[in-house]
């Protein structure tokens, strides 16, 4: 069966800190990925997908980027955060060509 | 690019029924979804939709109107652990790119 990690969990950092959120898929191969923020109370907002090794799609300008180094493995990095950053990060996976999406456990960023 | 409206929040009883509507204003359709998802966890799967009518699964059941851009989720004997926020999402024509919507937070109450 397939799951989906993310790591850590939870995660205080402060204004202008570096971030680095990792998320892994197991039992699938090139699956499409995905990393969504979610605000408190809010919708989930896509940020970036990729559908292979190297492919990123950027949906909004902001100061985070993605990179994907391995087909099970997608990263979400910015090198200075604000505070706006605060956010539930969740990471998803699909098999390619439009299936439904699984959801990741999460990662909640507060940024200080 | 698209637009999905849902209501921000609702309350109903245990063991009534509800319905939570989706519209939905989209440059391209290939299906809509239903998520629920608890405070604090991630989205689960519940229905999706890629033609018009009602798809049913136990106590849930979701219905697509493509002529109107319109779509609800319809809960019956709801239980206390149905509090949670439901997320219509709308799929792209590629099929690679899913669009949330808000989320409807329920409240179900004794």
């Known amino acids: 069966s397939q799951t989906i990690h993310q790591w850590p969990a939870t995660l205080v950092q402060p204004v202008g800190s570096p971030l680095s959120l990792e998320c892994t898929v197991e039992?699938?191969?090139?699956?499409?990925l995905y990393w969504y923020r979610q605000a408190a109370g809010r919708g989930l907002q896509l940020l970036f997908y990729s559908v292979g090794i190297g492919q990123i799609s950027s949906e909004v300008p902001q100061n985070l980027s993605a990179s994907r180094p391995q087909d099970r493995q997608f990263i979400l990095s910015s090198k200075k955060l604000l505070l706006s950053d605060s956010g539930f990060y969740l990471c998803?996976?699909?098999?390619?060509?439009?299936?439904?999406?699984?959801f990741g456990p999460g990662t909640r960023l507060t940024v200080l | 690019g698209q637009n999905i409206d849902q209501p921000t929040e609702m309350t109903a009883t245990e063991g009534a029924i509800v319905q939570i509507n989706c519209t939905y204003q989209?440059?391209?359709?290939?299906?809509l979804f239903w998520y629920q998802q608890h405070a604090g966890e991630a989205p689960t799967f519940l229905s999706y939709n890629v033609l018009d009518g009602l798809e049913e699964k136990g106590r849930f059941s979701s219905f697509l109107s493509r002529s109107k851009g319109y779509s609800y989720l319809l809960l019956k004997e709801l239980q206390m652990k149905d509090s949670a926020s439901y997320l219509c999402a709308v799929r792209d024509n590629a099929g690679n790119m899913l669009t949330f919507g808000g989320g409807t937070r329920l409240m179900v109450k004794p």
């Open positions: 998803a996976w699909s098999v390619g060509g439009g299936a439904e999406q699984f």
């Open positions: 039992g699938t191969s090139n699956p499409n």
């Open positions: 989209t440059s391209g359709f290939n299906g």
